[in-house]
């Protein structure tokens, strides 16, 4: 290979599942400078069709050994040479039998026998077929041959089950096929979080506000930079220092925070919302302080807006991870404001008892559209990365089931 150009890459593509994400590695390949030939399986083409990959690889894609036209040339010992690395993603059971039996039954085995491009594999199949003593030897076999795996990953899989046989994500598998530094989760996305208390005055020297201390946000804002973003905190008053070396903006109001929070989100790709943001302000402040000259006092309250939904509302919008801050039916009241303020993922925490708000450690239960995910109680720090950790992976899969323009 020539090293002042990128590689030409031979994507073979067998049937699963999986196949879906294979349009992404197309896509992220190509950013990369390289140029991608799909090979698919007859299989391959009942989950994505012939013609997704061919627009998005801007190259023919090819199926058949037997392709009388194509193969006049000898198109398969051609696409084998012309192949700098060799990537099959998903790699189904039967593929990766087929290759480790060295059969050439198909275009994409056949090309894999005729390389001398290095190969490697992204398994995915049912956990049970991928822990049974037929693919594991058929795997052993092909890893003593020289092929790579990248993968397979443990979570939850399209039949129900959960376990070991998830593909890898594209990023992995680009990682894993082009090398360079492994790319952190959240590398190059803009991540805005809102955190802390707002406060609502009520004249010079008293205002209506809550328990939070900011430490949620704070850990989620260092967690994020971290996990490689370039991140903007919002926050009311803390009880800690703003972290350094973060951009923040210090605001004192809901109107503020909204304020601010509407300014910065058209550069944000994520948007998470750990404030807890006053629902309600005083209708008037005084400009005096009040005097305590009667035995009750009466103060009439206003609703502030819901930067959450407005954000959500939003057309574009960024990825939307809100809160819910519950001292009971935790379960019910987070999926009911996940729907109703159409958000991506909400992170809900019980914060009855003294928990949760102005404390060290949190509990989280996250909930996104068919799916949820139980973090038990850790110091917030960690938290903070578990849920960041989630949040790159919904991004990823989300983006991957996106649909994608043609022609690149
Ligand atoms: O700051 P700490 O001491 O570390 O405590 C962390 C925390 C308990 C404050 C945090 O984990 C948390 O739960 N934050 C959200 C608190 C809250 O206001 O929850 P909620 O259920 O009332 O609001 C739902 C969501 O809407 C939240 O994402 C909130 O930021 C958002 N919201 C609410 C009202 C409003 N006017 N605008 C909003 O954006």
């Known amino acids: 290979m020539d090293n002042a150009r990128s590689p030409n890459i031979l994507l073979g593509v067998s049937g699963g599942i999986a196949a879906y994400k294979a349009c992404e590695l197309v896509r992220r390949l190509r950013d990369a400078g390289c140029v991608v030939r799909v090979v698919m399986t007859r299989a391959a083409t009942a989950f994505v069709t012939p013609l997704t990959f061919q627009?998005?690889?801007?190259?023919?894609?090819?199926?058949?050994?037997?392709?009388?036209e194509a193969e006049?040339?000898?198109?398969?010992?051609?696409?084998?040479r012309w192949a700098d690395r060799v990537v099959i993603a998903p790699a189904t059971a039967d593929l990766m039998a087929r290759l480790a039996a060295g059969l050439a039954d198909d275009l994409l085995t056949t090309v894999c026998l005729a390389t001398e491009a290095p190969i490697l594999l992204a398994p995915a199949m049912n956990r049970v077929m991928w822990e049974h003593p037929a693919t594991r030897g058929n795997h052993a076999r092909l890893l003593e041959r020289g092929v790579r795996m990248v993968g397979p990953d443990t979570g939850g899989q399209a039949c129900g089950e959960h376990g070991a046989g998830r593909m890898a994500e594209p990023a992995s598998i680009l990682q894993a096929l082009l090398g360079g530094a492994p790319l952190l989760p959240l590398q190059g996305r803009r991540v805005l979080i809102t955190a802390g208390p707002t406060r609502e005055a009520i004249d010079p020297v008293r205002f209506i506000a809550n328990r939070s201390s900011g430490r949620m946000g704070v850990a989620l804002a260092e967690a994020a930079r971290?996990?490689?973003?370039?991140?903007?905190?919002i926050h009311g008053?803390?009880?800690?220092?703003?972290?350094?070396?973060?951009r923040n903006i210090a605001v004192e109001t809901a109107a503020e925070m909204a304020q601010a929070v509407l300014q910065e989100i058209p550069a944000a790709d994520v948007f998470i919302a750990a404030a807890a943001v006053a629902d309600y302000r005083p209708r008037?402040?005084?400009?005096?302080?009040?005097?305590?000259?009667?035995?009750?006092?009466?103060?009439?309250l206003v609703r502030n807006p819901d930067i959450l939904a407005?954000?959500?509302?939003?057309?574009?919008?960024?990825f939307v991870v809100g809160f819910a801050a519950e001292t009971e039916n935790l379960r019910a009241h987070a999926l009911e404001k996940m729907?109703?303020?159409?958000?991506?993922?909400?992170?809900?925490?019980?914060?009855?008892?003294?928990?949760?708000?102005?404390t060290e450690d949190n509990a989280l239960t996250v909930f996104w559209p068919g799916g949820e995910r139980r973090f038990p109680e850790q110091p917030k720090a960690l938290l903070a990365r578990a849920l960041l950790a989630l949040i790159a992976e919904r991004i990823e899969e989300t983006r991957a089931s996106e649909p994608m323009e043609t022609g690149r």
């Open 55 to 68: 627009a998005l690889s801007g190259q023919p894609v090819r199926m058949d050994l037997l392709d009388a």
């Open 237 to 246: 008053p803390m009880a800690l220092p703003a972290p350094a070396g973060i």
């Open 72 to 80: 006049s040339g000898m198109d398969h010992i051609a696409l084998a």
């Open 310 to 318: 407005q954000v959500a509302a939003l057309e574009p919008r960024p």
């Open 339 to 358: 729907q109703r303020k159409h958000l991506d993922m909400i992170a809900a925490n019980d914060v009855s008892g003294g928990r949760a708000f102005g």
């Open 284 to 300: 008037t402040t005084s400009a005096q302080k009040l005097k305590k000259t009667a035995d009750t006092l009466t103060l009439e």
């Open 226 to 233: 971290e996990a490689g973003a370039e991140v903007c905190l």
